[in-house]
């Protein structure tokens, strides 16, 4: 299974981005995806994750009502829409896809079975 984020960029606080993270070589629906992100000096922490059928989505305390995550199964692709982006929101942003497409621990990082490469995301106060 291969994941390849992109979308990241500079923007200014209040401002929005779009993550896509797109997938192939294993039937997408069958698959639980997450994002997950990293800030300088930080452990990985949960951002957000959805179900192989998108009709359950988790997002970390800190971004909801600003981020939210969706997924078209049509196109192998899974987002994360993010508004009101803040300075502390800068951080490289990693895709991750779970075998389990019910996502037992969602918010575990040790849940993923396939990581992307990562998207860098800053946000300039």
């Known amino acids: 299974v291969q994941l390849q984020a992109y979308g990241g960029g500079l923007v200014q606080a209040g401002g929005s981005l779009r993550l896509s993270c797109a997938v192939s070589?294993?039937?997408?629906?069958?698959?639980?995806m997450g994002w997950f992100r990293q800030a300088p000096g930080k452990e990985r922490e949960f951002v957000a994750a959805?179900?192989?059928?998108?009709?359950?989505?988790f997002h970390e305390d800190s971004v909801k009502g600003r981020f939210t995550i969706s997924r078209d199964n049509t196109k192998n692709t899974v987002y994360l829409q993010m508004n009101s982006l803040k300075p502390e929101d800068t951080a490289i942003y990693y895709c991750?896809?779970?075998?389990?497409?019910?996502?037992?621990?969602?918010?575990?990082?040790?849940?993923?079975?396939?990581w992307g490469q990562g998207t860098l995301v800053t946000v300039s106060s």
């Open positions: 991750a896809a779970d075998r389990d497409r019910f996502l037992l621990r969602p918010r575990s990082s040790t849940e993923y079975d396939y």
């Open positions: 070589g294993r039937t997408f629906s069958t698959l639980g």
């Open positions: 959805i179900t192989g059928s998108g009709n359950s989505q």
